[in-house]
């Protein structure tokens, strides 16, 4: 029996409350995420959080982390933002992630931005020019700079996909943090919002999601120009959606923070190439690494409360962020001069 027979066999264990047209599609992206899998490396599991976190940003929004904790004292804070899904950080890539993270020794801190997940919602509160995705980072860099548990400890921004929109600019103007990690980063956003059909599905997405995370429509002056004349301007992060090019003067400048970008081998050709050049394009310190057999999410799928994924693909994220983590602290202890 494949692996995709098994897969199946556990999907229909999973959900078997779920409609048969839902059930279909739900399998068809699990066999996106893991036509790549064998056998030996399929794993499943729930990977709660151990603790949540409320805090209030500007205007008393409510804000909502989960909390991975590691067994002994903590190495270092990660900071993982998640990216454009109405599940926030409780998708199944983001448990995974964080739970393997805080196995290597960080405590992770995995927020919902504005607008996801279990967070408030943006349009509750007099509004401020968008999905302020910006303004929760610096709500929760704020919370972890007072908490205790990070006194003398090393901060890391884990930012993925449309989350990078906020989590590079932010970081990068933050003397708190050590570095910063993009994976599968949000790109070619000015070219896709020149397409009249992106542009629709996008407008359609952002609906979608705040329905399915409010259980109602957006305000009705919040129209479609306007979601788009925010998207495409300067400084925008409707949706976490943002241009790479708005942050690339801040990477082209010499002594910014370390930061490594991420790719998997199976995101679309012209997305690679995209970065690569990006890559080229910024100045140092930097790093880049392509993530073997890996797709967007690190070929981890969400089914219903259940992650189904690729071992060694997720090991291989993990190995990576902690590898590149534990440089970047060895080289700012060897730059830091010795006590007289």
Do not use: C
């Not at 999973?14 to 279909?24: D, F, N, P, Q």
């Not at 729930?46 to 976190?53: E, G, I, L, Q, V």
């Not at 109602?216 to 004349?229: A, F, G, I, K, V």
């Amino acid at each position: 029996m494949g692996w995709f027979s098994i897969a199946a066999v556990l999907g229909l264990a999973l959900l078997g409350a779920v409609s048969a047209h839902r059930y279909l599609w739900k399998l068809r992206r699990l066999r996106s995420r893991l036509e790549v899998t064998s056998l030996v490396d399929l794993r499943i599991g729930a990977y709660p959080p151990d603790s949540k976190t409320e805090i209030r940003r500007s205007g008393d929004l409510r804000l909502v982390a989960r909390e991975y904790h590691p067994a002994a004292s903590p190495r270092a804070t990660i900071l993982l933002l998640h990216g454009n899904t109405s599940r926030g950080s409780n998708l199944a890539f983001y448990r995974v992630l964080g739970r393997r993270l805080a196995d290597a020794g960080y405590l992770v801190l995995a927020p919902d931005f504005a607008g996801f997940g279990e967070s408030g919602d943006p349009f509750s509160i007099p509004y401020e020019g968008g999905y302020s995705g910006d303004l929760d980072v610096q709500a929760w860099l704020e919370y972890l700079s007072s908490d205790p548990r990070m006194s003398g400890m090393a901060l890391y921004v884990v930012a993925h996909s449309a989350g990078v929109s906020s989590g590079m600019p932010v970081g990068l103007g933050d003397e708190r943090v050590s570095g910063i990690i993009a994976i599968g980063p949000s790109r070619r956003v000015i070219e896709d919002l020149a397409d009249p059909g992106r542009v629709e599905y996008w407008w359609r997405r952002t609906r979608a999601t705040y329905r399915e995370v409010y259980g109602r429509e957006l305000p009705d002056w919040y129209t479609r120009e306007r979601w788009l004349s925010e998207a495409a301007g300067e400084g925008a992060a409707v949706g976490l959606k943002r241009p790479m090019e708005y942050y690339l003067q801040l990477l082209q400048a010499r002594g910014h923070h370390p930061v490594l970008l991420v790719d998997g081998e199976r995101e679309p050709a012209a997305d690679k190439d995209y970065l690569e050049a990006y890559y080229e394009a910024i100045a140092e310190p930097k790093d880049y690494h392509t993530l073997a057999r890996s797709d967007h999410y690190s070929n981890v799928a969400h089914v219903g409360p259940w992650a189904i994924y690729d071992r060694q693909v997720v090991e291989d994220t993990v190995s990576l962020v902690d590898n590149w983590i534990n440089e970047t602290l060895d080289a700012s202890e060897s730059e830091t001069p010795a006590d007289p």
